[in-house]
């Protein structure tokens, strides 16, 4: 590949560095959520829900991590960069460091065929738009060049990207809610399910939601159940209505798990 395209890719590596430099990162690894009691919270989020024998559109994914969802209207499923994320995750820091040795040929022809294969039932982050970008594009090549857009900008808020983490470990109640000029962290209930989250506001031109969504998947992710799903979003610089904003996008998401 050539040394431009080669490195969108390492920038894009390096726009993820500086999410989880912003705060985001840290959210969703450390941070632990207040959550329903179990039979409780499975009861609300099934009972919010359209089941997939019930959906008569094709806009429903089975995930196979133990639950079900639809796109909402007006959003697609950015195929070619949710695949390229799931590509990054796979390979870790490798991909990376075979950039640096220079990949060869081969190397390229087989991250094609990961991005042609890739399908969302299997994937562990999702990326949906709400923007006029080619969401059905799987091109290697064309979703690195996504990387180089710089994170603390306005062209991140074009993109209009919601990520979607599918994500394992423990869920536990405690966490303290309180707001100040460099971050947000609180509680808000989805169709009912407590939700915590937390708000990034280091960046001169746009803030970060972190949002955690207890879920009671029967999946496991290394040897640990799948008990929440986190969601990252890029919002406009003091937004107040960014929060409701993403909150409503995941309630019309329709989440349930899969028995």
Do not use: C
């Amino acid at each position: 590949m050539n040394q431009k395209g080669g490195s969108n890719i390492v920038l894009m590596v390096i726009v993820l560095i500086v999410l989880a430099g912003a705060g985001g990162y840290f959210f969703l690894q450390k941070t632990e959520i207040a959550t329903l009691p179990e039979a409780q919270n499975q009861q609300q989020v099934t009972d919010q829900v359209q089941t997939t024998e019930e959906s008569t559109t094709n806009n429903v994914i089975v995930s196979n991590y133990g639950f079900s969802f639809s796109i909402p209207d007006g959003w697609h499923l950015w195929e070619g960069y949710s695949a390229h994320i799931n590509l990054l995750e796979k390979e870790g820091d490798n991909f990376v460091l075979s950039y640096e040795a220079g990949w060869t040929p081969k190397q390229v022809e087989i991250y094609q065929e990961f991005m042609d294969s890739w399908i969302p039932e299997n994937a562990k982050v999702l990326v949906f738009t709400d923007a006029d970008v080619d969401y059905k594009t799987r091109s290697f090549s064309e979703a690195g060049k996504i990387g180089s857009t710089i994170a603390d900008s306005d062209d991140m808020l074009k993109l209009g990207m919601t990520e979607m983490i599918i994500s394992a470990g423990e869920v536990t109640s405690g966490e303290e809610t309180y707001k100040n000029d460099e971050q947000e962290r609180g509680y808000v209930s989805i169709n009912g399910v407590e939700a915590r989250y937390g708000i990034g506001k280091k960046g001169k031109f746009v803030d970060q939601i972190a949002l955690l969504l207890p879920i009671n998947s029967n999946k496991y992710i290394d040897g640990k159940r799948v008990e929440k799903l986190a969601f990252i979003k890029f919002i406009k610089k003091d937004d107040p209505n960014a929060l409701s904003k993403l909150v409503s996008f995941i309630s019309e998401m329709h989440i349930t798990t899969n028995p």
